[in-house]
């Protein structure tokens, strides 16, 4: 089973381009703000509890987070194809957890992980625009939006070290436009051959 991981800041495209890596590849997609905005959309205590997070710009505990995943991965463990991680993991120890659960469930190992990169003041356009039509709270309010990306450098951008130490990070230059990226991304899996 092949495990592939996109990461990047807020705005970076990740949702966008995971999509169309899932579908071109037969991959099935886990997107952990997705489960999150789902859990808030029926107003469960998971959600409410997200929300807290979420309303703020900060992460979701990482207890609250794994314990979704521990969830996700039996309900998908499909040998014949795999799963795009989009939003997870999004801290190192994240990372370590996502390693021993597939380890537990005898699932594989992460094949490659995808470094997004953009200059942040692209980001700040994108997802100010993003709100205008997403109606997701978090991309209205600029506070918000600076918050999450303050966030995404200080706890997620250190996973660039982890996967680079096991000899599997790509960087993509994700400024482009999305058929540029989703061409790049998919060059890079054909070239690595997973
Ligand atoms: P974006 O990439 O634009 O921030 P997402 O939909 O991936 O959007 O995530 C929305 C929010 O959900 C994040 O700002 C964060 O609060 C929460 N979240 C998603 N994934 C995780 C995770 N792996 N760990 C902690 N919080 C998460």
Do not use: W
Not at 43 to 54: M, Q, T, W
Not at 88 to 105: G, M, W
Request: glycine share 8%.
């Amino acid at each position: 089973m092949k495990h592939i991981i996109l990461f990047g800041p807020p705005g970076s495209g990740k949702g966008t381009q995971a999509e169309l890596v899932a579908n071109k590849f037969n991959l099935k997609h886990l997107s952990t703000g997705d489960l999150f905005r789902h859990h808030m959309k029926v107003k469960n205590s998971l959600g409410l509890k997200a929300r807290s997070y979420i309303d703020q710009g900060l992460l979701v505990p990482d207890d609250v987070t794994t314990a979704m995943l521990e969830d996700f991965l039996p309900e998908n463990d499909q040998p014949e194809a795999g799963i795009i991680y989009d939003g997870y993991p999004r801290t190192l120890q994240q990372a370590i957890s996502l390693d021993e659960l597939l380890e537990r469930f005898s699932l594989g190992f992460v094949n490659t992980a995808f470094s997004f990169c953009v200059p942040d003041e692209l980001l700040i356009k994108r997802l100010s625009l993003r709100g205008k039509t997403s109606g997701r709270s978090d991309d209205i309010d600029l506070g918000v939006i600076r918050k999450r990306i303050a966030e995404y450098y200080k706890k997620t951008a250190p996973l660039s070290e982890y996967y680079r130490k096991k000899a599997i990070l790509t960087e993509i230059n994700a400024k482009g436009n999305i058929e540029e990226i989703a061409l790049s991304l998919e060059l890079e899996i054909r070239r690595l051959s997973i």
